[in-house]
């Protein structure tokens, strides 16, 4: 292999990781795990989002109890993704859709974008600066939620805001009867 495709395999593998790290992030506050959460930013980071500047930790803290009052079910979905890097250091931003179902069973979305200084320290990339930029925000209407009353529906388990959720069943398994409605 010549030292070009090298050099952009090398560049790929990079932005893998890096894209993984953002997704570590949103999975981790989907799902209140604080462990995913926090192995997306390096433990001197700064992160602005909303009113809160500071740490990861203090991050963590502040946005789960938010969303723990706020709502039953979020989610930090992420889209377009660009990203410069240079040696260790790598500039990305990525726009996200934020969806919440919220406790009065009303429904928030909100759009932006997430701009990011990330390092890579000890051969793992991380997030060192974070700026939310809050783009634009409303709500939209409420509707049941499909397939609620089909028998069955939960034998392969319930979202959930945790380690109970599917998600993180290992291995995954259908535990639902063969049915074509």
């Known amino acids: 292999m010549d030292a070009d495709r090298l050099a952009r ?68 979905n992420l889209l377009n993704f660009t990203c410069e890097i240079d040696g260790d250091t790598a500039h990305s931003e990525q726009y996200y859709l934020f969806v919440g179902r919220n406790r009065d069973e009303s429904n928030w979305i909100a759009g932006g974008r997430y701009i990011d200084r990330l390092e890579r320290r000890d051969g793992a990339w991380k997030i060192a600066l974070r700026t939310n930029m809050i783009e634009w925000s409303g709500t939209v209407p409420t509707l049941p939620l499909p397939f609620a009353d089909v028998p069955g529906i939960g034998d392969n388990g319930l979202p959930a805001r945790s380690a109970d959720d599917p998600s993180y069943q290992r291995p995954l398994t259908n535990r639902r009867a063969p049915f074509i409605p």
């Open 9 to 76: 395999l090398d560049a790929l593998l990079d932005r893998q990781d890096i894209a993984d790290c953002l997704t570590r992030f949103s999975r981790g506050m989907d799902r209140f795990d604080r462990a995913l959460f926090l192995s997306a930013f390096h433990n001197d980071a700064t992160i602005a989002a909303g009113a809160f500047v500071g740490g990861p930790e203090a991050l963590y803290d502040w946005a789960s109890a938010l969303h723990e009052d706020g709502q039953v079910a979020t989610h930090h």
